[in-house]
């Protein structure tokens, strides 16, 4: 695990920064132009950074791109790093230049030298986020780092240190689902997947954890016969954040929790199946936006419920064939055991709506390996029954730079989904398969409930680093959802 910094925003003061311990960072624009910070520690090196910037390399680099001037003379620091920017540059940039920062690692201070530039924030967010490491297996010293501080040097630092709170909400609450996501099956147990959970009642967060009998009463079939052959229980976690006006109707965050799976009885090829340790990522997702909400005490309404699930196959183990009975009432042949993250969607989605008449239902999955061969790993996929709702999620997305793709629902799919003995099957076949798994979960789904289906298979891990994130987990839709709150449900 870890801890996100806060960042600390002060005034530039020319004479500390030949004494600056750690690393000190200067953001240049290919034009060669210094600003106050930037000379200084040109005149402390004796033209290095001059020399730098001006250089053919330089003129060539990239926005977000990287130059370490290591153990400069003049000066205290380990190092100078320089990042390209471009002064003009939008958020997304801003992200990136952060991000660069964050890669070399925050174990030490670091001191930023952005004194006027736009988007601070983002900077700073990046160099956040991309600092995350998740080393709690690893024994070794080395692999431990150090917390160490991030410091800015800005032209109005009372602005800025205003905003710091939020940023590190924000931060921690996608650290939040990057742990639970990296963290393998056989630490993150339904059952300590749930006691983390409990942890946000520490931020004001209510958390109720229904058990299996419980779930059973309600008529959670669907969900219940995914986890019947696992030796962790089945649960259904719920967590409210009341933040907002009394009465006003919740948004509610639905997430796929399947800690494992393996397929069940139609079980996955062994090749790549360690990745499985990542489908509880909708729910990881959903626990990550409860709890940048508290932290930052939104003023909103906010409820998120996950279903935790093992799928496994097993004496006791759901079989294809089988048909199992949803909290709605309608029945489901279940042809595939390893389209199970439907199955736990559809009657935890029934739940909410008949529990919190919310306002909005937003469900996250990593649903469909179809969803993946038609987006690859850059953007997730938006399914949504009301344009407006859609519409805001996308701009939301958007601005967090969190790459998100609408695609298509439609009634002429639903015959794919026809079963013989059933009310439906939990297959549609290959062909779309995507869209007919988010079709599945429209039956689930109130006609008046403004609903958004993300399907989040692609991007909530990855295989190689990214701009914000070592490879593993992203924490992808923490922000746009957080985003989403602060636009829609806020005042
Ligand atoms: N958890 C998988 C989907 C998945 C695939 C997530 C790749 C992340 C990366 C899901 O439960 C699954 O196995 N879906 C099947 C559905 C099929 C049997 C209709 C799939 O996509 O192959
Ligand atoms: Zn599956
Ligand atoms: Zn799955």
């Known amino acids: 695990m870890t801890d996100s910094l806060t960042p600390a925003f002060v005034a530039l003061d020319l004479d500390t920064l030949a004494e600056a311990p750690g690393r000190v960072v200067v953001l240049a624009d290919a034009d060669g132009r210094l600003d106050k910070g930037a000379r200084r520690i040109n005149r402390l090196t004796r033209g290095a950074l001059a020399r730098l910037v001006e250089s053919e390399k330089f003129a060539k680099s990239k926005p977000g791109d990287s130059f370490a001037m290591d153990w400069p003379t003049g000066m205290a620091a380990e190092a100078v790093q320089v990042v390209r920017i471009d002064r003009k540059m939008g958020a997304d940039d801003a992200r990136k230049a952060g991000g660069a920062i964050g890669k070399e690692g925050l174990g030490k201070p670091v001191l930023v030298l952005a004194g006027s530039l736009r988007h601070i924030p983002e900077i700073a967010l990046g160099a956040m986020l991309r600092a995350y490491d998740f080393s709690d297996h690893k024994t070794g010293e080395d692999d431990k780092k150090a917390p160490g501080s991030l410091t800015f040097a800005v032209a109005k630092p009372e602005v800025l240190t205003a905003q710091a709170g939020d940023l590190a909400a924000v931060a921690s609450g996608v650290f939040l689902a990057r742990d639970l996501v990296n963290e393998p099956a056989n630490v993150l147990s339904t059952t300590e997947f749930a006691r983390r959970i409990e942890g946000l009642r520490d931020l004001g967060v209510e958390v109720e954890i229904l058990e299996e009998a419980e779930l059973e009463k309600l008529g959670m079939g669907a969900l219940l016969g995914v986890g019947q052959g696992s030796e962790s229980p089945s649960k259904l976690a719920v967590m409210q954040w009341s933040g907002g006006k009394k009465g006003t109707a919740p948004l509610a965050l639905v997430g796929k929790g399947v800690v494992f799976d393996t397929g069940g009885i139609s079980l996955k090829p062994a090749l790549g199946m360690e990745e499985m340790t990542m489908d509880m990522g909708g729910a990881g997702t959903v626990a990550g936006v409860m709890k940048a909400l508290a932290l930052r005490k939104a003023p909103a309404n906010v409820v998120g419920l996950v279903g935790l699930v093992e799928n496994m196959p097993d004496g006791r183990a759901q079989r294809p064939g089988d048909v199992v009975k949803s909290m709605k009432g309608d029945t489901i042949e279940v042809i595939n055991t390893d389209a199970e993250g439907r199955l736990v969607l559809a009657d935890v989605l029934w739940y909410a709506q008949e529990r919190f008449k919310p306002a909005g239902v937003i469900d996250l999955a990593t649903l469909t390996g179809a ?60 062909p779309g398969g995507a869209i007919t798994a988010a079709q599945f979960l429209k039956r689930f789904v109130k006609d008046d409930t403004p609903w958004i289906h993300l399907d989040i298979a692609g991007v909530a891990s990855r295989s190689e680093d990214t701009v914000l994130a070592p490879k593993g987990a992203t924490g992808w839709f923490v922000r746009s959802l957080d985003r989403l709150v602060r636009d829609t449900c806020e005042g």
């Not at 690859?376 to 790459?403: I, M, Q, R, Y």
């Open 371 to 430: 969803c993946v061969i038609a987006l690859g790993h850059e953007n997730g996929g938006v399914f949504s029954n009301d344009d407006e709702f859609c519409k805001t999620f996308l701009k939301a997305a958007d601005t967090e730079g969190e790459g998100a793709w609408r695609l298509p629902l439609g009634e002429a799919y639903d015959k794919q989904l026809k079963s013989r003995v059933a009310d439906m099957k939990n297959v549609g076949g290959r």
